[in-house]
């Protein structure tokens, strides 16, 4: 059974304090891995999208990396701001481009 | 660019009213989704529409149906609501290009049944 499981579901920072969330994925044939952002009352924010194992993206304070059975967010010196959730997604559909997600990290930076 | 818009934003309906939401998006993708969110659940895909013309089921279709519209819109319709239906649903599109398959969403329809 194709499945999306996200680590911790919670996490409380302090400003400048490096982590890395994690997401583990069981799916046959991985056609993509995404993730997203998603700030409270609003839709999820696109990040990155990775497709093969060892490949890495970057975005200002976030890294993101692929192993061929999880993902990590890796989140360096957050900042305030950064307070969010954060989900993964899988692709399952091939072609349909169908995703299935993972129930989010919420991420809270505090000053 | 407006990219991905719900309406309403919000609605409460009492249970056996029916509704539409309406999506739309101006990205000229061909791929548009619906999902519901729901506490602890995460993100599931209701029904999508992979091209103009066609539509199928998702993860969980029963209660729901689509239509089409043009390659711009995409609505979904509860026939007669029930207070399991009461959650923020989130309509998407998404394009291939070159290697990616990103999808992007809209800002949500909070939809609550009494």
């Known amino acids: 059974e194709d499945q999306v499981t996200q680590s911790p579901e919670a996490l409380r920072l302090q400003e400048g304090e490096s982590s890395s969330l994690n997401c583990s994925y069981t799916v046959s044939g991985l056609r993509g891995l995404f993730w997203y952002r998603q700030d409270p009352g609003k839709g999820p924010e696109f990040l990155f999208t990775l497709y093969s194992a060892g490949e890495e993206k970057e975005k200002e304070r976030l890294k993101a990396t692929l192993t061929k059975k999880e993902s990590f967010l890796h989140i360096t010196a957050p900042k305030p701001e950064d307070s969010a959730t954060y989900l993964c997604?899988?692709?399952?559909?091939?072609?349909?481009?169908?995703?299935?997600f993972g129930t989010g990290t919420l991420l809270a930076v505090q000053p | 660019n407006a990219g991905v818009t719900q309406t309403p934003k919000f609605q409460v309906l009492k249970t056996g009213q029916s509704m539409t939401l309406q999506c739309a998006q101006d990205m000229n993708h061909n791929s548009m989704y619906w999902y519901r969110q729901d506490p602890g659940m995460g993100l599931r895909l209701i029904y999508y529409s992979a091209s103009e013309g066609t539509t199928d089921k998702g993860e969980v279709p029963n209660g729901y149906n689509v239509s089409r519209l043009n390659k711009r819109e995409f609505s979904l319709r509860l026939e007669s609501a029930a207070p399991s239906q009461t959650s923020v649903y989130f309509c998407a599109s998404s394009e291939r290009r070159q290697s990616t398959y990103e999808q992007y969403f809209g800002p949500g329809t909070r939809l609550t049944v009494t």
């Open positions: 997604a899988v692709n399952y559909g091939g072609a349909t481009n169908k995703l299935i």
